[in-house]
């Protein structure tokens, strides 16, 4: 038979779980945030320089590579990691996955009219919604690194509004480095200095 949980049992379970996903987001969430950023940031650089230099949009397809690569990288060093740490997840974890998934295919669904619609604003849409992601991964799990890299990830995303030539393609880079390999760097350096401790 399960116990009832007066208010304060319930707000010290709700306290732990909140922390747990912290700890494990520090361990375990730089990697694809890395990933992410920096196949993100290559894909945009490298359609910058195909477009400036042949003046051919075509190149615009290879924005492809950032699910392809980044799933790829993130699955084989991710199944390898899993393995070697045996890692688990939380309710919260999972959620703050499902929501990375949601945000993954409304961004592949926006893919399509930006390629038939010229004056789509996909590269706005594609960082604002990052940007949330980012944000609310942050707010859920009460880590202000991530809650302030989003917001800045959403402030530069509108930008994006009024950078719409080619040159939009180097203020997007920059928007990623800050909202995806910013924050991965620090979750990264968080999880080596916690791992120092405890050793």
Same mark, same amino acid.
């Given at each position: ?34 990933i992410f950023g ?70 592949m669904l926006c893919?399509?009219?930006? %390629? #038939? !619609? ?7 849409? =594609?960082?604002? &919604? /990052? $940007?949330?992601?980012v944000s609310c ?20 995303? %509108? #930008? !994006? ?7 939009? =393609?180097?203020? &997007? /880079? $920059? ?25």
């Amino acid at each position: 038979m399960e116990k009832n949980l007066n208010e304060k049992e319930s707000l010290e379970l709700i306290t732990r779980m909140i922390d747990n996903t912290r700890k494990g987001m520090e361990k375990n969430a730089a990697l694809p945030m890395l990933i992410f950023g920096y196949t993100s940031i290559v894909t945009t650089l490298a359609v910058w320089f195909a477009v400036i230099k042949t003046e051919n949009h075509i190149f615009h397809l290879l924005w492809i590579a950032i699910p392809v690569i980044g799933w790829l990288l993130y699955g084989l060093l991710g199944r390898a990691r899993t393995r070697r740490d045996g890692m688990s997840q939380s309710h919260m974890g999972s959620l703050i996955g499902r929501i990375w998934i949601f945000l993954a295919g409304v961004m592949m669904l926006c893919m399509v009219p930006a %390629f #038939v !619609l010229r004056e789509f604003p996909a590269s706005f849409i =594609m960082t604002l &919604l /990052a $940007a949330i992601g980012v944000s609310c991964t942050g707010l859920l799990v009460r880590y202000a690194p991530l809650i302030i890299c989003g917001i800045l990830g959403v402030l530069t995303s %509108f #930008v !994006l509004l009024w950078v719409t030539d080619i040159a939009s =393609m180097v203020v &997007l /880079a $920059a928007a990623f480095a800050i909202m995806m390999v910013l924050p991965g760097h620090i979750l990264h350096h968080a999880a080596n200095k916690k791992s120092e401790k405890n050793a």
